[in-house]
Each structure stands twice: as C-alpha cells, then as structure tokens.
C-alpha cells in the first residue's frame, strides 16, 4: 500500500490550498492542545519528588501572600534543634505580583552555604564562589534567564531589588528555574523592604524517618505562644493551596484540550470527504483497473493520516519550541507552575493526531471504497 504515497502525494498537492488550509487549522489546534498539556504537566510535576515529601513550609498564621507573613529568624534556630529535622531554612520572599501572572518574578533570599544543601541546582553559567563572595550577587534559572534575557555578569532589578548575576542554574523541578536566589541578609537590608531579623518562611528538610503531619503540629505548638504564631505544612499541600485556583482553572483547560483534538477530526474529516467528492470517477477508474475496495479505503486512509500528522507534528514542534525557549511559568503567591516540555508531551501529541487522522478518514474512505463503478462513472 505504501507504494503509491507518490500518488497520495499528488492528490494532495492537486489542491494544495485546500490541504495547507487544513494542516495550518491541525496545527493552530495541536498548538493548543500542546501547551494545554505543558501547563497540567507543570501542575502535576510541582509536588512531586521524595524532597518535597521530607519538606515543610513553615508560614505565618492567618497570612496567604509571602509578603504579609514575617516570622522572627531565631526561629529557625529552635526548629533545627527539634529531634528529626535535619536542616532549617530561613528564607526571604520577593516577588513582583502576588496575584497570578505569566511574569512572576520570585526573589529567595537564604544563607549561601544551605542553597547548595536543599536545592539540587547545577550552574549552566558563572559560578558559586563568585555567588557566596559578593553581597549582592544571585543566581537565576534558566526559564527566567531566557524569559529575560539574563546572562552571568549582568544587572538585574525587580522594583527596589537590584542584584548582579553570578551564575545561571538548570534545576530537576522546572518550576525552580523560574526563582531567582539571592543572600538573606541582602534582602532583608534592601532599602524598601528593610525586615532584618525577619523572614517570610522557614523550610524544614527532615531527616528519613521523620513523620511530616507530626512534626507539624510540634513545631506549631512550639511557637503557639510565642510572638508570631506559625502555621506548618508539608511542602506539596502548601505549594498546593497557594495556586488553589490556578489549579482548578488548569483543571478545566483540560476541556480547552479534547476541544482542540475534536477541531482537528472535524477538519480532517470534512477535507478528506470533500477529497473523496471531488475524485469520484477517478476512484471508479481505478476500481476498473483491478484496484480493491480494500486498496481504495487504504488510499484514502494513508491520505488523511498524513494530513493529520503533518498539521499535528506541526502543532507540536512549534510549541514545544517557543515553550522550551521562552521559559512560561504561571505562578501565584509566590508558587510557580512552569510550563513543562517532554518527549512524553510529544509522544502524546503524536498519538493523538494519528488516533485523529485514522478515525477522521474512515467515513471518507468507506464512501470511497464502497461506491458503485457505474453510478460513479455517470457522475460529474
């Protein structure tokens, strides 16, 4: 059968305004249906990992955005003495919108020699000694750095916030690449925001073993009567809460999705028929010529699967290009959800395109396949 893809080829190019139509309307939807996929893939890879299992946020009470929670820094003191946590992270958040934004830049600002221990960060540019040695020096991800267009040595100001690049970093977590990190006590001094002695939250990486929902409640009981009351949470349910409603928003462009791929059935499917229409006695010659019903509805078929995947490998390859590119990131309340880019992602794609372009030809290849030489002879 695949001997005469020469000849589907011609039919194709036959009326080569009605196929680039078609493949540039699967491609617009195959777009979509791409970055769809990226942003739940980003949604489903943020909590996920056995570090962010071992890990708890410790947040102010009562308080949802980073910038209104201020603990005291001693605390994290007291909680890296407590049996079973291995490290305790004082950290300053900064960020440019608490809202949800397509631009959410976030500042971390941490003592330089537990960067290395809770992040597993490699630097793709500058280097580390240059990052610990220089007060104001910070360290980018990629995404940002693309997004940005950053580069090590450079300037970089996000309202009252001015720091020098000493190095950019590629991250496991797509969504780490998307923060900028940063010294504590730069960011507590900077002019504006001046909290020494204060951080917005404390991270808690426990030692194996540990129960995370217990150590929870001790360390909240720790503080309960304390100046600032805390309100402790595993990483994942704390990052998860914060995006609450990008997540259920996410949730629902899955329909935005399957939209896309019924838009490409639909496409393909009536381009196909109106094919079929149109070669009408031409399938009639071919069938007196010794061609098969069967060799027919083939024909047919191999042509509307190679529309489907052109439109759809179109699709696909230029979103997973600008997406790896630009480096999107959704985020809110100081949580980024990065849009995600996988062989997986273009696995998916690929199938469903071919799924489509198989189930959108059969009706036309039927119709083909089954119509009788002499009624079809007569027709116009």
């Not at 061609?291 to 759809?312: A, D, N, P």
Request: contains cysteine.
């Amino acid at each position: 059968m695949w001997k005469f893809l020469p000849y589907v080829a011609k039919n194709l190019w036959r009326d080569r305004t009605r196929t680039f139509l078609t493949v540039s309307g699967a491609a617009v939807a195959m777009f979509v249906f791409t970055v769809v996929g990226a942003v739940q893939e980003g949604m489903a890879s943020l909590n996920r990992g056995t570090q962010t299992e071992r890990t708890l946020i410790v947040f102010q009470a009562n308080r949802f955005c980073p910038g209104t929670s201020r603990l005291q820094e001693d605390y994290a003191r007291t909680i890296a003495k407590l049996p079973g946590v291995q490290e305790a992270v004082p950290i300053k958040v900064f960020m440019n919108n608490c809202r949800a934004s397509l631009d959410l830049v976030v500042f971390h600002g941490l003592p330089p020699k537990q960067l290395q221990k809770i992040r597993d960060l490699k630097l793709s540019a500058g280097d580390w000694p240059s990052f610990e040695k220089q007060r104001d020096a910070a360290v980018v991800g990629q995404s940002l750095a693309n997004r940005r267009r950053l580069s090590a040595g450079q300037r970089f100001s996000i309202g009252e916030v001015t720091v020098t690049i000493a190095g950019v970093f590629t991250a496991t977590n797509a969504a780490e690449e998307s923060f900028v990190y940063t010294h504590l006590e730069f960011l507590q001094r900077t002019p504006g925001i001046s909290s020494v002695g204060t951080v917005t939250q404390i991270e808690v990486l426990l030692a194996a073993g540990s129960d995370p929902m217990a150590m929870c409640r001790t360390i909240d009981e720790k503080f309960r009567g304390g100046p600032i009351r805390t309100d402790t949470r595993p990483k994942g349910v704390f990052q998860s809460r914060a995006v609450g409603d990008l997540a259920d928003l996410i949730g629902f462009a899955q329909y935005l999705g399957y939209a896309c791929v019924v838009l490409v059935l639909t496409l393909v499917g009536t381009t196909t028929l109106m094919a079929v229409q149109d070669r009408v006695r031409e399938h009639a010659i071919l069938q007196t010529l010794g061609f098969t019903w069967q060799c027919i509805f083939g024909l047919v078929m191999i042509e509307s699967l190679i529309v489907s995947l052109t439109g759809g490998a179109v699709g696909i390859g230029a979103a997973l290009a600008v997406l790896s590119w630009n480096g999107l990131a959704v985020g809110s309340e100081g949580v980024t959800i990065a849009f995600s880019t996988s062989p997986m992602l273009a696995f998916i794609g690929m199938t469903a395109t071919s799924i489509v372009g198989l189930v959108a030809g059969v009706l036309p290849a039927w119709t083909a396949a089954r119509a009788e030489i002499v009624e079809s002879l007569r027709s116009l």
